[in-house]
């Protein structure tokens, strides 16, 4: 697709004297206001060079891009010189690339395969996986999804909370009171049980608390009987999550959680060694990071243990030396700003440049509506209760509203899920949230319900002109040689303004790791295409001027299929 910036920077280079091609096109602007046209330039910065008062060299200007035929009007005004964009010559140029891009459309090779790690979602095993874990899946998801699109090699890595002392507790309380029966059935709930019931009892008895820890040294060590009951735990609760996962569409290249670093980090603790990084504090081994204005962090404990940041540290260690990678992102909540802060400047530290290269992206909390989840009272949602709620109600609402559709089965799994994908995914990602139903399956506000169904809209306009994907091409023709003047009404120009900024807003999104930009832009374009199809009656009689109409319909309904993809959702093609 043109860049219609850059072309207006060479043709601004003949007139201009004294600034090159780059700095041309950063100064030019795009008036909120489309009436003061497409793109403005200002000519201020040029008075002194060119000896001449800023409004007489706008004039100038203007009179000189006026011959281009890319412009339909320039006029100065003032120091301003507004261009106004041939409509033709703009969707012409839009259409055909969304046409002839179709599925690859907003994507790029501006990533070169370079290599990006994403880590997310990292739920602790025998843990609840909960609404709280649904931020960093489906927001790491979409992440992910966005650098894949701009041609980074990417690697998802779910970097599962499977080890520490919290095991010893564990094994300690299923030899005591558990039953192998409970845990096929119920992994999570059943391990959560034992669990807390563990530390009930340990009130009493303390001599729990050493025989949890000597178990769990028995596990560090690899005895078997130890190590085979943490398998199955381990196992018993990734079937788990597996199922949450499949239900979102969603797979990683790596589940290499925090057990994979257990025999990596005495090369860690060697380098922190050597670099004389240490101090022992009563017996421990910690990290003064004053200097930094960060708290110290504990590396070792007193019986020789490691913790959490050590194996943070040990496995960015090792992503380095077997990915190589070019960016290492984590997305995992803002409560953990201090630890990725310590544990970076540790590496750093260390000797390695490529901390810089390590990312936290961080996300607020979501609470319920009434009041903030806590695990110890119970108050905890489950993300698989969650989905299944949110498919049930859609379900609902599709026999209520007599929705169109082929199978009510998938579209409410295809709707429902969707929603919370798109909900999870409508804010910037730092704000804390308010969790509820009525916002995320409604219809008609900003939703994904409603992105979906105006994808769902476009597909059945196309579907009655006979146009599939499958036979787009063949049926609309070379787009180059539509007749555009049927579609240079302002909704339909603004419409495809929007498709036209549709690649930009992709590599924005990436590159400040905010999804939301994406969904944002996708409700702006169903609400323009919305329009385009009230004012506009597209299945005319005039065969060419219903081409034009159906070539415009296709392109808005591919990008936002494209960018619903992207988000993680689905785009059914009746609703
Ligand atoms: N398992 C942790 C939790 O649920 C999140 C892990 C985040 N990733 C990391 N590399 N520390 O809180």
Same mark, same amino acid.
């Given at each position: 697709?043109?860049? +219609?910036?850059?072309?207006?920077?060479?043709?601004?280079?003949?007139?201009?004297? #004294?600034?090159?091609?780059?700095?041309?096109?950063?100064?030019?602007e795009v008036p909120t206001d489309t009436k003061l046209g497409d793109y403005a330039f200002p000519c201020f910065r040029l008075a002194k060079a060119m000896r001449k008062a800023p409004a007489a060299i706008a004039k100038d200007i203007a009179e000189k891009l006026q011959e281009n035929e890319i412009f339909s009007k320039v006029e100065p005004v003032n120091a301003y010189v507004n261009m106004f964009l041939s409509r033709e010559a703009f969707l012409s140029e839009v259409v055909t690339a969304v046409l002839q891009e179709g599925s690859r459309f907003g994507g790029s090779d501006i990533g070169q395969n370079r290599k990006v790690i994403v880590e997310f979602s990292s739920p602790n095993i025998a843990k609840p996986f909960h609404i709280g874990h649904i931020r960093s899946t489906v927001i790491g998801n979409a992440i992910y999804k966005l650098y894949d699109f701009i041609g980074y090699d990417t690697v998802r890595i779910n970097h599962l909370g499977d080890y520490g002392t919290q095991f010893g507790k564990m094994i300690v309380a299923y030899r005591r009171w558990g039953n192998k029966e409970d845990v096929v059935n119920t992994p999570i709930k059943s391990l959560l049980a034992y669990y807390v019931k563990f530390h009930e009892e340990a009130e009493n008895d303390p001599s729990l608390e050493d025989e949890?820890?000597?178990?769990?040294?028995?596990?560090?060590? /690899?005895?078997?009987?130890?190590t085979a009951l943490w398998q199955w735990f381990r196992e018993e609760s990734l079937k788990e999550f597996s199922r949450v996962y499949q239900m979102l569409g969603i797979e990683f290249d790596s589940y290499a959680?925090?057990?994979?670093?257990?025999?990596?980090?005495?090369?860690?603790?060697?380098?922190?060694n050597d670099?004389?990084?240490?101090?022992?504090?009563?017996?421990?081994?910690?990290?003064?990071?004053?200097?930094?204005?960060?708290?110290?962090?504990?590396?070792?404990?007193?019986? #020789?243990?490691?913790?959490?940041?050590?194996?943070?540290?040990?496995?960015?260690?090792?992503?380095?030396?077997?990915?190589?990678f070019y960016r290492n992102i984590y997305v995992v909540a803002s409560q953990q700003n201090l630890h990725f802060q310590q544990w970076i400047k540790i590496v750093e530290l260390m000797g390695f440049p490529w901390a810089k290269d390590c990312i936290h992206v961080p996300f607020g909390l979501v609470s319920l509506e009434d009041g903030v989840m806590?695990?110890?009272? #119970?108050?905890? !949602?489950?993300?698989?209760?969650v989905l299944n709620k949110a498919v049930e109600q859609t379900r609902a609402i599709i026999m209520e509203k007599n929705v169109n559709t082929d199978n009510v089965d998938v579209t409410a799994k295809q709707v429902g899920i969707g929603a919370v994908i798109f909900n999870e995914l409508?804010?910037?990602k730092i704000k804390d949230y308010v969790f509820s139903w009525d916002?995320?399956?409604?219809?008609? /506000?900003?939703? /994904?319900?409603? !992105?979906?169904?105006t994808h769902a809209r476009a597909a059945s306009v196309l579907r009655n002109a006979g146009i599939t994907e499958?036979?787009?091409?063949?049926?609309? #023709?070379?787009?180059?040689?539509?007749?555009?003047?049927?579609?240079?009404?302002?909704?339909?120009?603004?419409?495809?303004?929007?498709?036209?900024? +549709?690649? /930009?807003?992709?590599?924005?999104?990436?590159?400040?790791?905010?999804?939301?930009?994406?969904?944002?832009?996708?409700?702006?374009?169903?609400?323009?295409?919305?329009?385009?199809?009230?004012?506009?009656?597209?299945?005319?009689?005039?065969?060419?001027?219903?081409?034009?109409?159906l070539a415009l319909t296709y392109a808005a309904k591919q990008t936002i299929k494209n960018g619903l993809l992207l988000l993680g959702m689905e785009a059914p093609e009746r609703m």
């Open positions: 697709m043109i860049n +219609f910036k850059r072309k207006i920077a060479e043709c601004l280079a003949a007139s201009v004297e #004294g600034l090159l091609l780059e700095e041309l096109e950063a100064m030019i949890a820890r000597a178990t769990f040294t028995k596990l560090e060590k /690899g005895e078997p009987e130890e959680g925090e057990s994979f670093y257990s025999d990596k980090m005495q090369h860690v603790i060697d380098i922190m670099k004389k990084l240490m101090v022992e504090s009563d017996g421990a081994q910690i990290v003064d990071l004053s200097e930094y204005n960060l708290s110290p962090a504990l590396i070792m404990k007193k019986d #020789g243990s490691t913790l959490y940041i050590t194996r943070d540290i040990a496995a960015a260690v090792y992503r380095k030396d077997h990915y190589d806590s695990t110890r009272e #119970g108050r905890v !949602v489950f993300l698989e209760d409508s804010n910037s916002k995320v399956l409604n219809f008609d /506000g900003e939703t /994904g319900p409603y !992105v979906q169904y499958e036979n787009a091409e063949a049926s609309l #023709g070379d787009p180059k040689k539509l007749a555009l003047e049927y579609i240079s009404s302002d909704s339909a120009y603004d419409l495809t303004r929007l498709l036209y900024a +549709f690649p /930009g807003i992709i590599i924005d999104a990436a590159e400040r790791y905010e999804p939301s930009i994406v969904t944002r832009h996708i409700v702006d374009i169903a609400q323009c295409f919305n329009r385009f199809y009230h004012n506009e009656h597209i299945l005319v009689e005039d065969e060419n001027e219903k081409k034009a109409k």
